[in-house]
């Protein structure tokens, strides 16, 4: 790790609630005086938000999985380039919807790109930078793709991953809690069937003992 800040992710399926306790942690961290970056993946700087309208859209598909995990891998380049480390190296505490973990299920798991060819990646791109912790928001596949569903309701279209069928969706559940058990040190995993307040105040409670801020 660099820097003086923290480094935190938020994984798992479509509709898990990632977005709501990335801002929910967030507010907790004002409350308390430190400042920090909220982010998301893929995205979070002018030029990784460009790939990400190239990987959401519908026409990406015709790409495959190994050119779709490069753009997500271009697209981390520029985000922990322009972001990540920056902030990090100011003292900021880093919040991100996904970061890698997401490229292991989505890619990896449930679409088989090669373990080896995502571990050779993220040293080169990722390299000293990863989470210092990472929440996995775990929910059953139907009941996230049915919240997700509700929220495209209002604002915002299905994307591509999203119209995948539901053994795609829980395939992205199972590998999620692999990588949890994989990785004890830095992962928790969060049953997200509860209300965001229970999850939020849950989050808190795993920050705080992890990292007493
Ligand atoms: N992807 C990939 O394939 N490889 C990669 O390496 C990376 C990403 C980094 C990004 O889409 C897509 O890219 C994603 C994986 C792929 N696949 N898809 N789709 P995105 O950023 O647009 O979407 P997302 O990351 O999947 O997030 P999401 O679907 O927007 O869900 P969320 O952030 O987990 O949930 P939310 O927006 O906070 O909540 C969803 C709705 O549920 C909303 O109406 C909330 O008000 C509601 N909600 C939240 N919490 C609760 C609770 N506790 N109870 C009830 N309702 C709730």
Not at 84 to 112: E, H, N
Not at 119 to 148: C, F, H, N, S, Y
Not at 173 to 199: H, M, N, P, Y
Request: with cysteine; hydrophobic share 40%.
């Amino acid at each position: 790790m660099i820097g003086f800040g923290k480094f935190i992710t938020f994984e798992g399926g479509e509709g898990a609630g990632k977005s709501t306790q990335a801002e929910r942690l967030s507010k907790r961290f004002d409350e308390i005086g430190q400042d920090v970056l909220v982010t998301r993946e893929p995205g979070g700087s002018k030029r990784a938000e460009e790939i990400r309208e190239i990987l959401l859209k519908g026409d990406s598909e015709k790409i495959g999985p190994l050119a779709e995990t490069l753009l997500f891998f271009a697209a981390r380049d520029d985000h922990l380039e322009k972001a990540i480390r920056p902030a990090l190296q100011d003292g900021l505490w880093v919040i991100s919807d996904r970061f890698y973990d997401s490229t292991r299920a989505y890619q990896g798991a449930a679409q088989g790109v090669q373990p080896e060819i995502l571990a050779a990646l993220e040293r080169i791109v990722v390299a000293d930078t990863k989470p210092d912790l990472t929440i996995i928001l775990d929910l059953p596949a139907e009941q996230g793709l049915e919240r997700a569903k509700n929220r495209n309701g209002d604002n915002k279209e299905t994307d591509r991953f999203e119209a995948m069928d539901l053994a795609f969706h829980e395939a992205l559940r199972k590998a999620f809690l692999e990588i949890a058990e994989q990785e004890k040190e830095r992962c928790i995993v969060i049953d997200a069937t509860g209300s965001e307040d229970e999850i939020s105040d849950q989050v808190w409670e795993a920050v705080v003992e992890r990292f007493n801020p």
